[in-house]
T-cell receptor, first 115, second 113 residues
């Protein structure tokens, strides 16, 4: 069965600090997608990234970076120089390859960025 | 381009009432899905559809019905609402082909008293 574990329920950091959100997944599939979504206080879901399982290259997008390690089944998300606007709930998620209409979500990590 | 539109945004029901949550998308997406989000639980898949006339159950389908008579619409029905169905409901869609990720609606917040 597929499972996504976000062990950090809630994190608080002071603005400008770096913060890493952990994500560990379980799947029997050899090919799959991994995702990160952001849910700000307004409640909508904001897509951040989707990764194919066969592409282990780390990705950087501005202050955001993602570290995918198949050997440890982890897909961690780092925010560099955090800002108050980064305060949100962040979800890590998993799906079969090409089936991201059926996503398995982690329980989320609530991130507080303190001014 | 409206994307995925969910109506209503908020609804309060009494136990035992029926209700249909509407979801419409204008992107001609074949795949559509319904999720519910409960505090501390993340999102869980209720039902999904890979095209008009085809639906299937997700992780938590009990208490919900769906149908997909058109590509554009994927309504979620609660036949007899229960307090355990108090949740935020998200609809999503994606194209069958191509590399675009799933699009989510803004959610419907449903309270069952």
């Amino acid at each position: 069965a597929q499972k996504v574990t976000q062990a950090q329920t809630e994190i608080s950091v002071v603005e400008k600090e770096d913060v890493t959100l952990d994500c560990v997944y379980e799947t029997r599939d050899t090919t799959y997608y991994l995702f990160w979504y952001k849910q700000p206080p307004s409640g909508e879901l904001v897509f951040l990234i989707r990764r194919n399982s066969f592409d282990e290259q780390n990705e950087i997008s501005g202050r955001y970076s993602w570290n995918f390690q198949k050997s440890t089944s982890s897909f961690n998300f780092t925010i560099t120089a955090s800002q108050v606007v980064d305060s949100a709930v962040y979800f890590c998620a998993l799906s079969e390859l090409n089936r991201d209409d059926k996503i398995i979500f982690g329980k989320g990590t609530r991130l507080h960025i303190l001014p | 381009n409206a994307g995925v539109t969910q109506t209503p945004k908020f609804q309060v029901l009494k136990t035992g009432q029926s209700m249909t949550l509407q979801c419409a998308q204008d992107m001609n997406h074949e795949y559509m899905s319904w999720y519910r989000q409960d505090p501390g639980m993340g999102l869980r898949l209720i039902h999904y559809s890979v095209g008009a006339g085809i639906t299937d159950q997700g992780e938590v389908p009990n208490g919900y019905n769906v149908s997909r008579s058109t590509t554009e619409d994927f309504p979620l029905r609660l036949l007899s609402a229960a307090p355990s169905q108090t949740s935020v409901y998200f609809c999503a869609s994606r194209a069958r082909t191509g590399n675009q990720p799933q699009h989510f609606g803004d959610g419907t917040r449903l309270s069952i008293l």
